[in-house]
């Protein structure tokens, strides 16, 4: 960088966090690795994250060799770093972490990074690890600080990850180079709950960077992964006295923005007329809405890299509501709008979205093929599978 | 495995010609007037140039050998270049020559049809010979470009929907994630909204996907077939039937025509219009990217709409009509008729029996590509569950050995540069295949060419394993190492001119 | 036989690739493509011809029954223009290792890529204009791209046009433009020029809050260079429009750099850099604006930039490849493809051949023969020369007077194996019979001499 920029008045700070043993199930056959290190162990896992981690922050150091950095002690970073010299290393303060490394050393370490003042917060894990990390950045300061993850977890579903280990130092480093250049995104944080349910666990601001270095006609350049247009595209089409039910997720929740209405990202919410009419609603209140409307628009985003339409992470949309709609709506089910921004979709193992209901009839009439819009102008079709 | 060549690209280290100047040189005279005339007598002062530009003062031996110089460090086809669906073919230099004479160069386009006899000859022979391979009813040539031929289609659609005063409602154009780039983004320039298909288990996007989206809001369907991963779909009749039915149009992407020429015709399978490429399937050269020649050919119904004017041979000899309810223009002119007489002669030359042979070879050329290729660990092929042979391409992925050793599809194609190899096609947009690489064999290849690049990928990819930094830094025997593209998205370093580099690196 | 462009058509190395792919029929290797789906009609080709002599022959045999412009004596430009085209140009545009590359690596590609950095360095130069991008298909094209770029910025739907526009390209921009009934089509206005100067100035444009751009060319179709650019871009900008301003590139050691007369987005043809007729098959068209991030993220086109290599040598790579539509599919600008690179080359040779003191000649040579050729022609009876002050390279010859049309005169100069200008009286019919006549360098004394004779002999 030129020292032209307003932004380059002082040096960029770089917070690193490593979950040493994030990945170790992968192997092993184990959906993740959180509370089941010994398990991983015993069936013989060797952890991953230390040599992606070593990956990374190779690579960082060689596109940013100028660099202040702080890191947790120990297995949680320090231990990873190349030879960095020219980075002027701030190691925590702190009891070096024992032998078993839990959540609760990466929320600390977190909390106290944030404190640093760091730029940018680079971790190396999976979701459940961006799950740690995005509830000790909210803890602080909302989502003030943007975060980049590395990706060596079991499962990757949260749209906080490079590709490889050395494309999130690539971004990591044009982002600590001129953050304000090119901003941040709000990205979605899922996992699985306790009971194996995808769940969206909240969203942080992740570095949003055009594509990265590329051959001339080839290299992937990194998917779109911008609603507001959309969203705007959406919000501009909303009819009059049509009850809207805005199901969870970061783009559906720009359809709530665009309307100037504090929607949330976590839960379903209700609009008509351009009021809001229920924040979050429960199934109960939905009953209630659909019952009172007798025209109403489903809107869906899907979650998490699963692609889950209807049955995890917002089971308050249950048989009864959808039924409900159907009623409230001779087009309701085939008329419920479907919204992935080009990112999601491409982040989907095939192009399929699945449907869990414990009504199979009602599941059945989802199933098949259906339009998915991912920016103004522009769609997909998807195979809906129960 | 052979001996690999000793090679290494030839380095000049040449500066840029604004480089070489010293003052007062000259590289060129132009003619001294008829008659002098002061320029400040003759027009208004401030319509005139005030300061010189500054432009390199370089005598004409400095300029010839600079050049050359430039020549020799661009590898081009004097490698090995296997650039999967841009079918890299031999280029018969007897067309290069021939389309250098006066009957060609100094040729006008607003010269008197009288006057251009030989060449809207060649041109409506030519439309013959590609009416006979597609059994479309009339060609243009004055698409630059495939791409351009795909835009000359939503332009051509765009028409025939406004004449039938639908353009309103028929405002979505169909196509596949696995069609090339230019299909949804010429029907996204000419005003349409874009549906993408995605491709599903088969290695295509399925029939009933595509039922999902069609409606009466149906424009045209844009794809290509074969697919630049050597898939057929098989298809594709009843997708240009369920087109048909809600009053779509169908367009043909024939880029990838060079493994099925002489054995596929796009009317035959229904569709309304096809483009073929002069520059990849027809022998002209590629120039590195054009001049080129996508040609569109289309319906009798769909010919009302064509760009104009249209050549027609008469009683009276050959004609150039305008198409009163056509398009107008897309481009100048005819087109790049110098191409198009280079591809006349070629597919003179190659004849019913030469491109159906080349077809054959180009097909074999592949599948013994990938029977070679699969032997080496760390080489998979995308859509294996798809077991039937690929035609004249594939799509492999380096995905197994990039997990294994950490390098990418991308550091393989650089180390490869380092043995007289050019690069490989990867992928278009979107990658749906991770690393992926694709080569296209052609009929121009030897064996013993094709043998040589698999050789050269072999050997790499065991390097990577013994020597990871060395491929991971490749090149090494280029003419300049490999690029750090960091700088190239940023405003502050980007120069796409000289003035600007000095400027930004403050040496202005 | 075996084919000559084909080595493995060699029985044997088909014969070695059959047996490691294990087949014994080549058809098998087609089981992907549905029987129904074969072609059933023969495509009516003859079989191949081998022989190089017995093409060759064939395809000359129709080059030389055109009548050229060298064996002819020529007037004829609008838009595509016959100038000199120096040797050199000619020896590196034919040299394999140009004339073959596809997308090699930047290394692979090196010397092509420095062309190309050269070829928008110097025409930057002649333009005052810092950030160019590779040529898109010709200046109808460009013009068409540029009108686009200018609709995106402002989020307007307007592009002014002067009447005195090439028909040709007026086609391609309304193409470009699009239709009512799709998304964000441009419309076209057309505004008159004055008859009495041939140019347009502020007040006929008649800018509004819906104009995204003004389309100028100058000098324009007409040939008269237009003498209020400068204005006209000032008040644009007032305006909130973008100035889209055509030129001739070889007019520009003479004439003031577009750059300094505040255009905003400049467009031409990359033709007279050194491109032979080719029958239109020499069109090119540029794009080059200030470097502002505004304008470059507007682009359609690929653009080279300088670079480093990790090593820290000079190198070259593509800037903003992911605004283009190999990037970004149909959300990149426009679209791109494969173009007219080769001529690209060629470009940057002419330009280096040429240098400041060369375009500055030529400049002064082609408006004196120019003005000498009209003068010349102006002395005929009948014969009139409009705007005969304003004009570089092409001027308007009016032949009403002479009671003849224009093309009976050309049909008669064509006996004199003279093409004379481009009939403007469909296009034009205001200018009643008047013809575009085109004097380049390359028109010597006895050229003019002998259209002037054969004028007087058709005339007679
Ligand atoms: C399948 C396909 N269609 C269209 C095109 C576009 O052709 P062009 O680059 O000539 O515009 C290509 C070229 O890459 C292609 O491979």
Not at chain 2, 43 to 69: I, M, S, Y
Not at chain 3, 158 to 164: D, G, I, K, M, Q
Request: charged share 20%.
């Amino acid at each position: 960088m030129t020292s032209s920029g307003p932004w380059a008045a002082r040096a960029r700070v770089l917070g690193i966090v490593v979950n040493p043993v994030a990945g170790m199930g992968g192997r092993v056959g184990l959906h993740g690795t959180d509370g089941q290190v010994e398990l991983a162990r015993a069936r013989g896992a060797e952890p991953v994250a230390p040599a992606r981690a070593r990956r990374a922050l190779a690579r960082l150091h060689e596109l940013a060799p100028d660099l202040d950095v702080v890191v947790a002690p120990g297995a949680l970073g320090a231990d990873h770093l190349p030879d960095a010299t020219g980075w002027r290393v701030t190691v925590l303060d702190g009891p070096e972490p024992g032998a078993e490394t839990t959540a609760d050393d990466t929320r600390a370490a977190v909390s106290a990074l944030v404190a640093a003042g760091v730029d940018l917060l680079l971790f190396v894990g999976g979701d459940g690890t961006a799950r740690d990390v995005a509830g000790a950045v909210w803890a602080v300061c909302d989502d003030c600080v943007p975060v980049l993850g590395v990706p060596a977890g079991v499962k990757m579903h949260s749209a906080v990850f490079g590709l490889t280990p050395e494309t999130a130092a690539l971004a990591a480093s044009r982002h600590l180079a001129a953050p304000e250049r090119h901003g941040t995104r709000q990205a979605e944080v899922v996992d699985r709950d306790a009971a194996g349910d995808v769940r969206l666990y909240g969203t942080v601001q992740v570095p949003a960077l055009p594509a990265g270095v590329q051959p001339a006609k080839g290299a992937p350049a990194p998917l779109a992964d911008d609603a507001t247009a959309l969203a705007a595209e959406v919000a501009a089409e909303l009819e009059p006295g049509r009850l809207y039910l805005l199901g969870p997720g970061a783009t559906v929740d720009q359809v709530g923005h665009a309307l100037g209405l504090a929607t949330t990202p976590l839960g379903v919410d209700a609009v008509c007329d351009g009021r809001l009419l229920a924040v979050d609603a429960d199934e109960a209140t939905l009953l209630d809405l659909l019952a009172r409307h007798d025209r109403a628009t489903l809107v869906l985003g899907v979650v998490g890299g699963q692609g889950f339409l209807l049955g995890r992470g917002n089971q308050q949309l249950s048989p009864a509501v959808l039924r409900a709609l159907a009623a409230a709506d001779p087009a309701g089910l085939a008329g419920i709008l479907v919204l992935a921004t080009p990112a999601k979709v491409g982040a989907l193992p095939e192009p399929v979205l699945h449907v869990d209901l414990d009504d199979p009839e009602l599941a059945a009439e989802l199933a098949g093929y259906r339009r998915v819009r991912t920016a103004p102008g522009r769609s997909t079709v998807l195979r809906v599978e129960t | 495995m052979s001996e690999l060549r000793n090679y290494h690209a030839a380095v000049w280290d040449e500066p840029l010609v604004m480089e070489l100047s010293a003052p007062g040189r000259r590289g060129n005279v132009p003619p001294a007037p008829i008659a002098e005339l002061d320029p400040a007598t003759a027009l208004p002062g401030a319509v005139l140039r005030q300061a010189a530009p500054a432009l390199p003062e370089v005598a004409e031996p400095d300029v010839l050998r600079h050049f050359l110089h430039l020549s020799q460090e661009t590898m081009g086809m004097v490698g090995i270049s296997l650039f999967g669906t841009c079918t890299m073919k031999y280029n018969p230099r007897v067309g290069e020559q021939l389309s250098g004479r006066d009957g060609m160069a100094e040729l006008h386009p607003d010269q008197d049809d009288s006057t251009l006899q030989g060449l809207l000859e060649a041109v409506h022979r030519f439309d013959l010979m590609l009416r006979g391979l597609s059994g479309m009813d009339r060609f243009v040539f004055q698409p630059g470009g495939g791409a351009h031929a795909a835009y000359t289609h939503t332009a051509v659609t765009r028409a025939y929907f406004a004449d039938r005063g639908e353009l309103e409602q028929r405002r979505e154009i169909i196509t596949t994630a696995q069609a090339h780039p230019c299909n949804p983004a010429t029907a996204s320039a000419a005003g349409f909204d874009v549906i993408t298909l995605p491709v599903e288990e088969d290695g295509y996007a399925s029939l009933d996907a595509l039922k999902a989206v069609l409606s009466d809001r149906t424009a045209a369907l844009m794809i290509n077939n074969p697919d630049d991963m050597g898939i057929y779909n098989p298809h594709i009749k009843e997708w240009v039937d369920a087109v048909h039915e809600v009053g779509g149009l169908c367009f043909y992407d024939h880029a990838n025509f060079n493994g099925v020429m002489g054995r596929l015709r796009a009317r035959e399978l229904g569709f309304d219009a096809c483009m073929f490429m002069l520059h990849k399937t027809f022998g002209v050269a590629k120039g590195g990217g054009g001049p080129a020649v996508g040609a569109y050919g289309c319906s009798e119904e769909l010919a009302t709409y064509l760009p104009g004017p249209l050549v027609e041979a008469t009683e009276d000899g050959y004609v150039r009509r305008e198409n009163p309810r056509g398009v107008g223009r897309v481009r100048e002119y005819l087109g790049n008729l110098n191409q198009v007489v280079k591809a006349f002669g070629w597919l003179t030359a190659m004849g019913a029996d030469g491109i159906r042979e080349a077809a054959d070879i180009s097909v074999l050329a592949n599948n013994y590509m990938e029977v070679r290729l699969l032997e080496l660990k760390g080489v998979t092929k995308a859509f294996p569950q798809m077991t039937k042979r690929r035609l004249e391409m594939t799509r492999f992925s380096l995905e197994e050995y990039t997990a294994e050793t950490g390098i990418t599809a991308v550091d393989v194609q650089n180390r490869m540069g380092d043995y007289g190899i050019d690069a490989f096609w990867l992928s278009h947009e979107p990658w749906i295949v991770p690393e992926p690489f694709t080569p296209e064999a052609g009929e121009t290849w030897s064996l013993e060419d094709i043998d040589y690049w698999i050789d050269v990928l072999a050997h790499v990819l065991e390097e990577g394993r013994s020597d990871p930094e060395l491929v991971r830094t490749a090149p090494h025997q280029q003419v300049v190492g490999q690029l750090d593209g960091s700088s190239l998205d940023d405003p502050e370093k980007w120069a796409t001119t000289w003035r600007a580099h000095r400027r930004k690196s403050g040496r202005g | 036989m075996a084919h000559p462009y084909m080595p493995n058509s060699a029985a044997e190395s088909k014969a070695t690739m059959m047996a490691a792919v294990g087949v014994a029929d080549v058809d098998e290797l087609f089981e992907q493509i549905p029987e129904d789906h074969l072609a059933r009609e023969s495509n009516g080709l003859a079989p191949g011809v081998r022989s190089e002599a017995t093409v060759r022959r064939l395809v000359r045999g129709l080059i030389d029954r055109n009548d050229d412009c060298v064996a002819n004596l020529s007037f004829l430009g609008a838009g595509l223009w016959q100038h000199h085209v120096p040797a050199v140009v000619d020896e590196i545009v034919t040299r394999s290792e140009f004339l073959t590359p596809v997308w090699g690596t930047t290394s692979s590609d090196f010397g092509r890529n420095q062309a190309w950095f050269e070829y928008a360095s110097m025409l930057g130069e002649l333009l005052a204009m810092d950030f160019v991008g590779l040529p898109v298909y010709s200046w109808g094209s460009a013009a068409g791209n540029a009108i686009r770029m200018a609709a995106r910025l402002t989020g307007r739907g307007e592009v002014v046009v002067p009447a005195s526009i090439s028909p040709e390209r007026l086609m391609v921009i309304r193409t470009y433009c699009g239709l009512v009934g799709g998304n964000d089509p441009i419309s076209v206005r057309l505004v008159d020029f004055d008859p009495a100067s041939g140019t347009v100035d502020v007040a006929a444009l008649g800018l509004g809050p819906d104009t995204a751009a003004v389309y100028l060319e100058t000098p324009n179709h007409l040939g008269v260079v237009e003498t209020a650019v400068a204005e006209i871009a000032a008040a644009a900008r007032a305006n909130g429009t973008e100035t889209v301003l055509g030129v001739d590139p070889i007019s520009l050691g003479l004439l003031a750099a577009p750059g300094d007369l505040g255009a905003d987005v400049v467009v031409g043809s990359t033709q007279p850099l050194g491109v032979h007729l080719h029958a239109g098959g020499g069109v090119g068209g540029f794009i080059a604006t200030r470097d502002e991030e505004r304008y470059a993220r507007e682009y359609p086109t690929l653009q080279v930039s300088v670079a480093e290599t990790t090593r820290g040598e000079r190198s070259f790579g593509m800037t903003l490849f992911h605004q283009s539509s190999y990037g970004s599919r149909e959300d990149g600008n426009d679209w791109t493809g494969n173009s007219v690179y080769l001529w690209t080359v060629a470009n940057a040779v002419y330009m280096s051949l040429l240098g400041p003191q060369g375009f500055a000649e030529l400049g002064r040579t082609i408006l004196a023969n120019a003005r000498y050729a009209a003068g010349r022609v102006a002395e005929l009876d009948g014969v009139t020369v409009r705007w005969p002050d304003g004009f570089f390279k092409e001027f308007v010859v009016d032949f009403s007077a002479t009671g003849r049309s224009v093309a009976d005169i050309n049909a008669g100069l064509r006996a004199h194996h003279v093409f004379g200008g481009k009939d403007l009286s469909t296009d034009f019919p205001d200018l009643g019979q008047s013809a575009l006549y085109c004097v380049t360098e390359l028109h010597t004394a006895d050229d003019i001499d002998a259209l002037v004779t054969a004028l007087k002999e058709v005339l007679a």
